[in-house]
């Protein structure tokens, strides 16, 4: 007869079994823990909405000839915040949010913390750059694993989007909030602002496209250039008061719950 006083099964939770929520067939928990994870707090610190900055990670303060653009980026955050921090909203509105790392991140981040605000850090672990800056709220501080996990949230929350110059990273992001807005995948209004015409009129060549065909005319008209702090506040001012402040059309009741997370379009 079998030993009763010993257990020959494995009797361990499973979501308590650590070498299986690593295996690959966990993978799935893994995914939907990095959008349930975050979920819980924003809904827990009220957070309605954001205004994401992209940028490069190798823009320092004082640094090289692209240096003023820190200086910009966390001036414009800094007001951005000072601003939206005045709104007179149940949630918070608006909320700076960065990929977490340095350069242009530390910069959003950091004019943010400078007016008293909260502001996000959506990290991802990378082999160089990637380490979170000492300005992210604590509470809003995640780190991320897959990389389409990352960018739902920077989609998903933002109303708005300021994009520096920057390289790779800062090409790929843009590139796939421009292709939503196009598309029309998301069913929401996003303010667009690449900041520095020369710049991005350099990198990429906007005329080109529309005269090749591979982009209408019209597209252009999905975001606008800036290149000073103040002018780029008005424009995202002007688009967040008109789009969301004071819609023409009043919003669903449930969608005036936080976090507002954006329908996609079917």
């Excluded at 020959?8 to 799935?28: E, G, I, M, V, W």
Aim: proline residues 6%; aromatic residues 12%.
């Amino acid at each position: 007869m079998p030993d009763r006083s010993r257990s020959h099964c494995d009797t361990s939770l499973a979501y308590k079994n650590q070498a299986f929520l690593d295996s690959a067939d966990a993978r799935p928990l893994r995914m939907i823990s990095e959008y349930l994870e975050p979920l819980s707090h924003f809904r827990r610190h009220r957070i309605r909405d954001t205004v994401v900055f992209f940028g490069s990670a190798r823009i320092r303060h004082g640094e090289g000839p692209l240096a003023r653009y820190y200086e910009d980026a966390r001036t414009l955050a800094r007001l951005l915040t000072e601003w939206s921090e005045q709104l007179q909203a149940p949630s918070r509105r608006f909320v700076v949010c960065s990929g977490g790392g340095p350069g242009i991140m530390e910069a959003a981040n950091r004019g943010a913390h400078e007016a008293g605000g909260k502001t996000i850090g959506l990290n991802i672990g990378l082999p160089f750059e990637q380490q979170p800056n000492p300005y992210i709220s604590p509470e809003l501080c995640f780190e991320f694993h897959y990389f389409f996990m990352r960018k739902f949230w920077f989609a998903y929350l933002s109303k708005a989007l300021v994009v520096f110059p920057g390289g790779f990273g800062t090409l790929d992001e843009m590139m796939e909030i421009l292709t939503l807005a196009q598309t029309h995948k998301l069913a929401k209004k996003i303010v667009i602002v690449l900041y520095g015409t020369s710049y991005w009129k350099e990198i990429i060549n906007f005329d080109a496209l529309i005269r090749h065909g591979t982009i209408a005319p019209e597209d252009m008209d999905l975001f606008e250039f800036a290149d000073d702090p103040e002018a780029a506040l008005e424009i995202l001012k002007e688009g967040l008061t008109r789009l969301y402040l004071t819609p023409e059309q009043p919003l669903p009741e449930q969608e005036r719950e936080t976090p507002a997370i954006a329908k996609t379009a079917i």
